[in-house]
């Protein structure tokens, strides 16, 4: 009953107020963690930082870094820049871990950096994304901002007329550009691409081990198993669903596009992004996918 108290809360409240409350959230969260989770090993940079745009498995990635497994091995708590006055244009404290931050490659170079930092692009298949955000956008998103306009529109949508509208808005918000800036980026030391596909595929353990070392963590083998454990997708989907609700936590297959898209469809994406799934590394429409 209370679970779906809070569900029902987070869905119905002003923004203004569920930004507040996820701010206050997280900072109890981050105070009983500095209390109770001894640190074993200090990150050598001030911050890190999570750039990326929606539907790239952002909140799975902030649970990651939000859990004590993590903060033992750093010191660097969560900051979710969205809950926090200047949003992600504000310099990310010294300590912090700036979470979802969904900034071009270019406006995120202007941000100010407390110090020495390492920051990570999440890349996933645009094509994909169109698809992630068209089931998300209908059916389970928290109602906030636009959402609402935007799900009472694809609910009275045929799916193929949903679809074009859903790339039009990825065009319109420049979702597509913010991820082709990261992928012409010039090379750096400071950022480095990881693919979605990679993050969540078969040799999960291995591509997360490998974000962790490039931000300067290292988790033992068997903490590193365990935390991916908590934060299967299976799990934060059954921990997400309430009666009545879609859970946010849908975890297409990697080429799910194919499913959903014809050649209308695809002629409006490619009109909106261009390339850019080939500058991304993934096949082109008429490739077969590499298995």
């Not at 001894?38 to 001030?46: C, K, L, Q, T």
Request: a positive charge; one cysteine or more.
């Amino acid at each position: 009953m209370i679970k779906r108290a809070v569900e029902f809360a987070k869905h119905n409240s002003p923004n203004s107020m569920r930004v507040a409350a996820r701010r206050a959230q997280m900072e109890a969260r981050n105070a009983r963690m500095r209390l109770t989770v001894p640190v074993v090993e200090r990150s050598e940079f001030a911050n890190i930082f999570h750039c990326t745009v929606r539907k790239t498995g952002s909140q799975w990635i902030k649970a990651l870094f939000s859990d004590p497994a993590v903060y033992r091995h750093c010191g660097l708590l969560p900051y979710d820049p969205r809950f926090y006055a200047g949003g992600a244009t504000a310099p990310v404290p010294a300590g912090r871990v700036g979470l979802a931050i969904f900034l071009s490659h270019k406006r995120f170079e202007a941000v100010p950096k407390a110090g020495g930092y390492r920051a990570f692009f999440v890349i996933r298949d645009p094509r994909d994304v169109v698809v992630s955000s068209y089931f998300s956008l209908r059916n389970s998103h928290a109602p906030m901002g636009d959402i609402p306009q935007a799900r009472k529109a694809l609910q009275d949508l045929p799916k193929k007329e949903g679809m074009l509208y859903v790339i039009d808005r990825l065009r319109d918000k420049k979702q597509f550009g913010q991820m082709r800036s990261w992928a012409v980026a010039p090379a750096a030391e400071t950022f480095r691409l990881f693919r979605y596909e990679d993050l969540t595929g078969e040799r999960q353990a291995d591509e997360v081990d490998q974000l962790m070392r490039h931000c300067g963590i290292t988790l033992p083998r068997p903490e590193l198993e365990a935390l991916l454990a908590r934060y299967s997708f299976s799990k934060m989907k059954k921990s997400k669903e309430t009666p009545g609700r879609i859970s946010h936590y849908r975890k297409g297959a990697s080429g799910d596009w194919r499913n959903h898209f014809d050649d209308d469809i695809y002629a409006a994406y490619t009109k909106a992004a261009g390339d850019l799934a080939e500058i991304l590394g993934y096949p082109a429409r008429d490739e077969t996918p590499a298995r």
